[in-house]
């Protein structure tokens, strides 16, 4: 049982949630992406835009597959829209409240046999399922995508405690569909790749509040030393500092002293040095 041309949803036109969309459209699905804001849905299909556009001029993508993936993505602001939906993947921002809201909504309009996907990256799937019925938690599973999404192949498919081996199976082969590489990974807080992830980074701050190497001089070290497309400053500063803080803050409630933020990386985020596009971090 693999996506045809069923339609599908995406909550959330960040970032990740754009992408998202674009994977799915670009594997000739007809999706529906939401977000609250038109502000936000304009931004995205702009980013999109360029992403194609990128994609086209180093060979990623043929120049015919641009316009017709690009159609294949309405936008809306209405939940109501995903009424029809198969498949719906959340990508909204990475706090409890605010994914356990747009799911108890979606639990109300999507079909009884939807797939919902929640790209959450360190939120236990099991504790997001359990804002929906209990006749729906079969359907209910983790996709943690990677950024950038148009680019990064890895997804981690993380069955919650109720989820169902058919709607597991039917996961794997639809990451499989959009040309992406599915690893099955436990239902523990931050998974596999955060948990590896963030120990690391963690580390790479102890060093430089420690005066044992520069951001700039682990960045290099980690490239060539470790063969890492990008170290961990660079990566910091990609992804955003904050929200590493709020990834490490919900290990280190799940695990303990292992997973603390690093007081110098609490600090630097309170005085606005979290990175981002066009802001000031650890390289910039």
Known sequence: MVLANEKVGVVGAGLMGAEIALV????GRQVTLIDQKQEHLQSALQRLRSVLEKGVAKGFYRLDQVKPAFDRIQTDTRLEQLAACQY???AVFEDLSVKTSVWSQLDSICPADCIFATNTS????????STVKASRRPFFI???YFSPVSRMKLVEVIPG???SPDC??????TCRALGKTP?????VPGFAVNRVLHAFIIEAVRLVDEGVASPEDIDLACRLGLGHPMGPFELMDAVTSSLCVQAQEIMYEAYGERFRPPTLLKQRVAAGFSG??????WRR
């Open 161 to 163: 405690f109720e989820t």
């Open 183 to 187: 690893v099955r990974v436990k239902d």
């Open 168 to 173: 597991v199976d039917f996961t794997i082969e």
């Open 276 to 281: 981002g596009k066009g802001r000031a971090g």
């Open 142 to 144: 983790g996709t943690h």
């Open 122 to 129: 360190t939120i236990p799937i099991s504790t997001l399922a």
């Open 24 to 27: 799915f459209s670009l594997a």
């Open 88 to 90: 719906v993947t959340e």
